[in-house]
């Protein structure tokens, strides 16, 4: 008898094992078609931007999938979308997870499609194996991330008021923009929530850079969302004439530009680890063919998961530049203009991700997101976790952006199964 329990148990927890369901490659591929119909561009992606009717459209389309597959959706006075599922104990703190569907303009069909289509796939997921979780769960669409991260900061409570009148891609303020959404920007404050609020916060994204496809991995682990250090730079040297001056009389503001791009190349290179240094803009004064540079005004931009290793190549590229002064005849002076502290994500919801990845049978890979994600806005109010998945060829933001059905469903497998390890574990 004893040995019948033991058996009949073992098949039940086998079988309940087996019933947890994965990703569905082709409801996700039609389902990103169906999203991708909504600004549609001439080059096979879409401009989405948000607040354009299109997007409004867009966020039609993913609310009725989300009532759909049994979601109580509402809208929060800031406009993100948010579907709530209850749990076995609603007096928990919900799990959240999901991402944007407004895009650049320009943009491709996958770039916070499928963080958003796979957050309601697991929801699907859940309805099709009848899993009641204990914690409630909320799928979050927010509103505006190419634009800022607007909605995901109005909803950490960190948007400043002077965003309201900044005019976005639509050509609308952010302010006009959210009562277009059906928001309220009297009430924003009630859109804040505090720490503590959520158990956690996961975002399914497409790497949006070319690592995983060259090495054939699955799956990004994200270790967090890279800190960004932007300056002005201004040399100063002397204006004069190009035919006129010897070569050793002049203080050519364009030649130490010149040096220093090199030296910034350099500082961020020289040292171990994945920090990046970039001089994206450059411009000469006067700016006349035959007059020598006397002022170049050009950006430096460092990005890394760590802010002490941002400064130290900074501090690097400075002493750098107190060299070139004295070899030009120059003055560089060094403005910062922005400055986005790393976001970490939780160590141990990255091992979580992990261990769902490898029992799926799924590779996986540590790496940085170098670029900006509602994610980072979430890490100040909950331990936050990211998965990526491959983007082919490494394109993003742009029209030829792509992900397999596959790949999609992968995530949304390694998703759901991050939710339910979550589901089981205190964190706080
Ligand atoms: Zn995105």
Redesign the pocket.
């Given at each position: 008898m004893k040995l019948l329990i033991v058996v009949l148990l073992s098949l039940s927890i086998s079988g309940i094992a087996q019933k947890i369901p994965q990703g569905n490659p082709k409801r996700m591929e039609d389902r990103i078609l169906a999203l991708g119909r909504f600004g549609a561009n001439p080059e096979g992606g879409v401009s989405r931007v948000a607040y354009s009717e299109a997007d409004i459209a867009g966020r039609a389309y993913v609310m009725g999938l989300m009532k759909n597959a049994g979601l109580e959706v509402h809208l929060d006075a800031a406009g993100n979308i948010i579907g709530r599922r209850a749990g076995k104990d609603n007096k928990l703190a919900p799990i959240a997870f999901g991402?944007?569907i407004d895009s650049v303009p320009g943009g491709g069909n996958y770039?916070?499609d499928v963080?958003s289509l796979g957050a309601i796939e697991c929801i699907e997921l859940l309805n099709e194996g009848k899993i009641t979780t204990q914690h409630p769960l909320e799928v979050i669409i927010f509103q505006n991330?190419?634009g800022g991260l607007i909605g995901s900061e109005a909803l950490c409570g960190i948007l400043p008021a002077t965003s309201l009148d900044l005019v976005s891609n639509s050509g609308k303020t952010i302010r006009q923009g959210i009562a277009e959404l059906g928001g309220n920007v009297e009430k924003l404050s009630e859109a804040a929530r505090k720490k503590g609020y959520y158990h956690a916060f996961l975002e399914l994204?497409?790497e949006?850079g070319g690592i995983l496809d060259k090495k054939g991995i699955n799956i990004g682990v994200v270790e967090g969302i890279v800190g960004i250090n932007q300056w002005s730079v201004t040399i100063t040297g002397k204006g004069n004439h190009a035919g006129t001056t010897p070569m050793d009389q002049r203080q050519d503001a364009m030649v130490a530009a010149a040096k220093l791009t090199l030296a910034i190349n350099r500082a961020a290179t020289s040292v171990p680890g994945r920090q990046v240094a970039t001089v994206g803009r450059i411009q000469a004064f006067p700016g006349a063919p035959n007059v020598i540079p006397g002022k170049v005004i050009m950006t430096l931009e460092i990005r890394d998961l760590s802010h002490e290793k941002i400064l130290s190549v900074f501090a690097e590229i400075q002493s750098q530049g107190i060299i070139i002064e004295k070899e030009t005849g120059t003055t560089i002076a060094y403005t910062l203009t922005n400055e986005n502290l790393p976001a970490p994500t939780d160590p141990r919801i990255q091992s979580l991700v992990a261990a769902a990845a490898k029992e799926l049978g799924l590779t996986t890979q540590l790496m940085p997101s170098g670029?900006?994600?509602?994610a980072q806005d979430m890490a100040t109010i909950a331990p936050t976790g990211m998965i990526f998945v491959p983007s082919k060829n490494g394109v993003?933001h742009a029209p030829d952006e792509y992900t397999s059905p596959q790949d999609m469903a992968n995530g949304a497998s390694v998703l759901l199964q991050t939710i339910l390890k979550l589901d089981k574990q205190t964190l706080n």
């Amino acid at each position: 008898m004893k040995l019948l329990i033991v058996v009949l148990l073992s098949l039940s927890i086998s079988g309940i094992a087996q019933k947890i369901p994965q990703g569905n490659p082709k409801r996700m591929e039609d389902r990103i078609l169906a999203l991708g119909r909504f600004g549609a561009n001439p080059e096979g992606g879409v401009s989405r931007v948000a607040y354009s009717e299109a997007d409004i459209a867009g966020r039609a389309y993913v609310m009725g999938l989300m009532k759909n597959a049994g979601l109580e959706v509402h809208l929060d006075a800031a406009g993100n979308i948010i579907g709530r599922r209850a749990g076995k104990d609603n007096k928990l703190a919900p799990i959240a997870f999901g991402s944007h569907i407004d895009s650049v303009p320009g943009g491709g069909n996958y770039d916070g499609d499928v963080g958003s289509l796979g957050a309601i796939e697991c929801i699907e997921l859940l309805n099709e194996g009848k899993i009641t979780t204990q914690h409630p769960l909320e799928v979050i669409i927010f509103q505006n991330e190419e634009g800022g991260l607007i909605g995901s900061e109005a909803l950490c409570g960190i948007l400043p008021a002077t965003s309201l009148d900044l005019v976005s891609n639509s050509g609308k303020t952010i302010r006009q923009g959210i009562a277009e959404l059906g928001g309220n920007v009297e009430k924003l404050s009630e859109a804040a929530r505090k720490k503590g609020y959520y158990h956690a916060f996961l975002e399914l994204h497409i790497e949006q850079g070319g690592i995983l496809d060259k090495k054939g991995i699955n799956i990004g682990v994200v270790e967090g969302i890279v800190g960004i250090n932007q300056w002005s730079v201004t040399i100063t040297g002397k204006g004069n004439h190009a035919g006129t001056t010897p070569m050793d009389q002049r203080q050519d503001a364009m030649v130490a530009a010149a040096k220093l791009t090199l030296a910034i190349n350099r500082a961020a290179t020289s040292v171990p680890g994945r920090q990046v240094a970039t001089v994206g803009r450059i411009q000469a004064f006067p700016g006349a063919p035959n007059v020598i540079p006397g002022k170049v005004i050009m950006t430096l931009e460092i990005r890394d998961l760590s802010h002490e290793k941002i400064l130290s190549v900074f501090a690097e590229i400075q002493s750098q530049g107190i060299i070139i002064e004295k070899e030009t005849g120059t003055t560089i002076a060094y403005t910062l203009t922005n400055e986005n502290l790393p976001a970490p994500t939780d160590p141990r919801i990255q091992s979580l991700v992990a261990a769902a990845a490898k029992e799926l049978g799924l590779t996986t890979q540590l790496m940085p997101s170098g670029a900006g994600h509602d994610a980072q806005d979430m890490a100040t109010i909950a331990p936050t976790g990211m998965i990526f998945v491959p983007s082919k060829n490494g394109v993003s933001h742009a029209p030829d952006e792509y992900t397999s059905p596959q790949d999609m469903a992968n995530g949304a497998s390694v998703l759901l199964q991050t939710i339910l390890k979550l589901d089981k574990q205190t964190l706080n």
